[in-house]
């Protein structure tokens, strides 16, 4: 008999897609080396990242909570790898 389990949500914490959403603007990147996120610092990326906090945010998060968790997120993550030479 087959059976099928429910399917948990991609993300699970507002911080998984708060760097969800940085990744899709552009804002951040992966460095392909380390795997170290890296602020790409493009303005027009992290305008984008705010919009989709401001409009399409996860269910039962305030405009507020989501800007601010994208914001926090971005001030953790460095330009650079630190690993890279």
Avoid: K, Y
């Amino acid at each position: 008999m087959l059976m099928t389990r429910e399917r948990r949500p991609a993300i699970r914490t507002l911080r998984g897609w708060a760097i969800h959403v940085l990744q899709e603007a552009g804002a951040i990147r992966e460095c392909e080396e380390h795997g170290w996120m890296q602020d790409r610092a493009d303005p027009h990326a992290r305008d984008r990242a705010f919009d989709i906090a401001h409009n399409d945010r996860p269910v039962g998060i305030s405009t507020d909570e989501a800007v601010a968790e994208i914001r926090e997120v971005l001030d953790s993550i460095g330009d650079t790898c630190p690993e890279c030479p």
